[in-house]
């Protein structure tokens, strides 16, 4: 018999296409600001237009995209399928999709999430998800079976790039670590032994300042990618990415999305915002 075909872990996927292209994953946020700002109409059909020119602007050329899927969810069904339409061009183009949706429940929900965003031929499934773990990271556990067994990733929120995150992520449990530093031991300890980055990995706000010292988060331990939004227009640029990453930067996936997305509605502007931005992060985390 046999043994079945091993699916290439997330982890390394997301590496190779680094080492490729750059530590940049371009949001796709398609703001009602933004439509109009393209000329766009604030429907499912202006949302369509705006998703598929990013998509041909840096599918293939940057690592990662990372469609918000609240920007596509605004348009109801008809922007869902537009979300599953940039699910489909990143695959068809070899470009990793990151769905940012941020979900997270009690278990036996989450599986229904899991198998929504992380089962081999569901249409909203692209190679990671953004999950929540503030039910408890082991709420989680279908999403991380899931993924695992089909060689998608998750991205952890941990210490997020808002300012009223501190409030939950810097408050300490009971055996007196913070929250962050817990959330991250847990995906630590889920990457034991993969090859190159394991494929659970954080999202650490690109603005969060001190915050992984003063939390106590150990992120080179984890071992895994660091989805760094908040470069761009919530202000952070290469030296925010340097000094907040420090030993841990050669993990770091920075995200921008409206300091792309302003470039924008022409191609080729928006390729070269993309390609810029591509190449400041990796001056910055080199
Ligand atoms: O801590 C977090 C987690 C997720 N995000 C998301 O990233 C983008 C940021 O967009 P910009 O236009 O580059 O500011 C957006 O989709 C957020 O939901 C985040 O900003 N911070």
């Not at 817990?182 to 300890?189: D, F």
């Amino acid at each position: 018999m046999t043994a079945p075909a091993r699916v290439r872990p997330f982890g390394e996927r997301l590496a190779a296409a680094m080492d490729v292209h750059g530590p940049l994953c371009v949001g796709i946020d398609p703001h009602a600001s933004l439509l109009d700002a393209w000329g766009l109409p604030d429907d499912a059909a202006g949302l369509r237009e705006f998703a598929h020119r990013v998509m041909d602007a840096v599918a293939g050329r940057v690592a990662a995209v990372k469609p918000q899927a609240a920007f596509f969810e605004r348009h109801g069904s008809a922007g869902v399928a537009v979300l599953e339409e940039v699910v489909a061009a990143g695959r068809e183009t070899g470009t990793l999709v990151v769905v940012d949706a941020k979900r997270g429940d009690i278990g036996s929900t989450m599986g229904a999430y899991a198998d929504a965003f992380l089962r081999d031929g569901s249409p909203l499934a692209g190679d990671a998800l953004t999950v929540s773990p503030y039910l408890g990271f082991g709420s989680l556990d279908p999403a991380v079976d899931l993924a695992l067994a089909t060689g998608r990733g998750l991205f952890v929120l941990c210490l997020t790039s808002n300012p009223e995150g501190p409030d939950v992520q810097h408050a300490r449990t009971a055996q007196g670590v913070t929250v962050a530093a817990q959330v991250a031991a847990r995906a630590a300890a889920l990457n034991t032994g993969a090859a190159s980055l394991g494929s659970i990995g954080l999202v650490v706000g690109a603005t969060v300042g001190t915050a992984v010292r003063d939390a106590g988060v150990d992120l080179a331990a984890v071992a895994g990618p660091l989805l760094a939004p908040g470069v761009g227009a919530q202000g952070a640029g290469a030296a925010e990415l340097a000094a907040v990453f420090g030993d841990a930067r050669r993990q770091v996936l920075a995200s921008s999305s409206r300091g792309v997305l302003a470039a924008g509605p022409e191609v080729g502007a928006l390729r070269t915002a993309a390609l810029e931005a591509s190449s400041q992060a990796a001056a910055a985390l080199r």
